[in-house]
């Protein structure tokens, strides 16, 4: 039994609040009741069976958590899905060639569906020839067909047996992303309390952690800049707030110094996490420093030419539908530039989203953080546009967080900019815009 560590927890402490879901606390013993039926229920009712692709439509709700542990108990493999557009639903469901498709909905309601698919890819077979549960996550890229990892489950929930402290989490993180997955076995299986939420605005979680005394905040750098526009950390008491956590996307420097003034008593800590490999342990220098500890036991870290390079024991056995990213001895090429200092790296950002300004490399997170010290600016987004002459320029979006007179802004911009930075770096075009878009993961989308 892959979950008897998971299910023995929730055997010792059946009465504790395990889940917040739509105003109502359910307990472990609930959950646990949950996760028998369904699981009788697949079975019985559906014949799903061991080595069966299961996709799982849902959130965090009581019946959606104890389907996926149903599931991974009956050594299926496991397509999460959230409710976005139905044209992506479709082309993940034949992606993963799924059997089968649940459906948890807002009332809790089990809806199962048999699909006309029979899952015929071979690396399948590995997971069925151990009897061990499988899991297909989909890179979250805004531009293009996702990629589609398979992992060996088991792999992936070995680091939960590892006991550490309880949190009432704010489960931010979506249910079809690994960094949301993650955040939910940290939690169950240590005792800890979820706090699911069905609207991810400021105020709706900070209301949230002021009503549950939530102490654990994992979210996208995007939602920490709303939370500071929306100044909605003013509105409520986040007293209980103990840690921060942020990853998915660069940080800002001047976002996190900003963060460290306004939390003083809040841990601000980094996370680094791939579809590929996993959630590796981290530690940040300090509470407004990005620069940070990567590993953790199982994993091991390279720099080559620059670049990350990550070995992980809970690496995916494949990608579904796109060619290996390791190299031939087992290392996966995370695409993240680095700077090192001793044990530290610093993240600069993904080798394709640098621009080439003449020869010169430019990373927009760092033009960013640079612009969005300036008062009025509510978000950036910089990218590169083609030029004849030095093969990319330097352009920046601007969201402005209150009437001002941008041609003002520009100047200030303009101006900030030179001062900061090296002259490459400083935009050569200025653009203002209503608001810079996000994906449905919370983090800012880029050109």
């Known amino acids: ?137 989909f890179s979250s890229g805004t531009t293009g067909i996702p990629k589609a990892a398979l992992h060996d489950f088991t792999l992936l929930l070995e680091k939960f047996k590892t006991k550490r402290k309880a949190f009432r989490t704010i489960n931010f993180l979506m249910f079809d992303h690994w960094g949301g997955l993650n955040t939910m076995f940290g939690t169950l299986s240590n005792g800890g309390t979820i706090i699911s939420l069905n609207d991810r605005t400021p105020d709706n979680v900070c209301g949230m952690i002021e009503k549950y005394k939530a102490q654990l905040l994992p979210v996208s750098p995007t939602f920490l800049n709303l939370l500071l526009i929306s100044e909605a950390y003013k509105r409520y008491d986040l007293n209980s707030l103990e840690v921060i956590s942020y990853g998915t996307e660069p940080m800002p420097e001047s976002t996190l110094k900003k963060l460290a003034s306004i939390f003083p008593s809040v841990k601000l800590q980094q996370t680094y996490g791939l579809i590929e490999i996993g959630v590796m342990s981290t530690k940040s220098k300090s509470n407004n420093s990005l620069w940070v500890k990567l590993g953790g036991d199982g994993f091991e870290t390279r720099v080559r030419n620059n670049m990350l390079e990550i070995k992980s024991r809970s690496s995916i056995i494949c990608y579904l539908n796109y060619p290996s990213q390791f190299t031939n001895d087992g290392w996966f090429m995370t695409g993240d530039e680095v700077e090192t200092d001793g044990e530290y790296f610093r993240i600069l950002g993904r080798k394709t989203d640098l621009i080439n300004v003449g020869g010169e490399k430019v990373y927009p997170a760092e033009v960013e953080s640079v612009i969005k010290e300036l008062e009025g600016v509510a978000e950036a987004r910089v990218y590169g546009e083609s030029n004849p002459i030095t093969g990319s320029i330097v352009c920046v979006d601007i969201c402005v967080s209150e009437e001002v007179d941008k041609h003002e802004l520009k100047n200030k911009i303009k101006k900030h900019c030179i001062n900061k930075l090296q002259r490459y770096k400083v935009p050569a075009k200025i653009k203002f815009t209503e608001s810079i878009g996000m994906t449905n993961r919370f983090k800012k989308k880029t050109n």
């Open 1 to 137: 039994m892959h979950l008897e560590f998971l299910l023995e927890e929730f055997r010792k402490i059946p009465d504790k609040d395990a889940i917040v879901w739509n105003n109502r606390v359910y307990s472990y013993d609930s959950i646990r009741g949950h996760f028998e039926n369904l699981k009788k229920l697949f079975v019985l009712d559906y014949g799903i069976k061991q080595g069966n692709v299961a996709a799982l439509k849902g959130d965090f709700s009581p019946a959606c958590i104890a389907a996926l542990l149903a599931l991974t108990e009956m050594n299926c493999i496991i397509v999460p899905l959230n409710f976005k557009s139905q044209e992506d639903l479709k082309s993940k469901i034949e992606i993963s060639e799924a059997e089968f498709v649940i459906e948890i909905n807002a009332e809790e309601k089990t809806v199962v569906q048999r699909t006309n698919t029979k899952a015929a890819n071979n690396k399948f077979e590995i997971l069925k020839s151990k009897n061990h549960p499988g899991l297909i996550l």
